[in-house]
């Protein structure tokens, strides 16, 4: 069966990552029980999961199996996954460093929760966590941030999550949610007034060039689990997009 197009890995991808996450758990051979679903299967419901965002019922019924057997394959291989993946992160200062870098704002969509009116943003009218998004100019993924609440502006988190120190010694572009900052935007309209035409032109050659860190987001969220609408535990969605953003790299590897 061909997985790419279901896991967003390759047949090749998953056989090295399934070798590393064995390597990682170093199964103790005769003690227990043997597993009822062998390792490679494990790893490939695991990333059906995370890449469509699937409900672990319709999942454990296309694998044959019941849905707590399909949980605890999720809650065991995840974080394993997350370590055997680590090494494909890149340190952000060095990807950074003498590039362009772009960067925008979106979010991972949770759906309401009872007590979490902090996550709900007015400007994309639903609830999550907001993180930011670094590419180069040709929308390759450079770093992915740490998450913070939904209501939280962009420019806040961009100064919160330190990349506003760590950028500081780059050319960096982004929307007009930065101004105020070292970053390049594109020129407000003023008050009661228009823009030159050098600088609807130069607006446009900003918003042309910007053009590659959305399409850099769009592939980010065809890991659907950060793009339809997160149903697990919000305590363990940051782990998650650390996760996907692994995979995202390690896909790109």
Known sequence: MRYQSTTGLSPEQIQQLVAGIHHMMCPTQGRGRPAIVGLYRQVVITLILVRQNL????????????????????????????????????????????????????????????????????????????VQIASDRRGRLLAVSASMPGSTHDRTVFAEVGWEHALRDCTVIADLGYQGTFVITPRKKPKNGQLSLGDKKNNSMISSIRSAVERCIAHWKNWKILATGYRGRLAELPGVIRVVTALEFYRLA
Not at 81 to 89: E, K, N, P, R, T
Not at 108 to 130: D, E, I, Q
């Open 55 to 130: 409900s672990q019922v319709a999942v454990a019924d296309l694998c044959g199996m019941s849905q707590p057997t399909v949980s605890r394959i999720y809650r065991r291989v995840l974080p394993v996954m997350d370590q055997a993946l680590s090494v494909y992160v890149p340190e952000f200062s060095e990807v950074s460093d003498g590039r362009v870098v772009l960067v925008d704002g979106t979010d991972v969509p949770t759906r309401n929760r009872h007590g979490c009116a902090h996550l709900y943003s007015g400007k994309r009218r639903r609830a999550g966590l907001t």
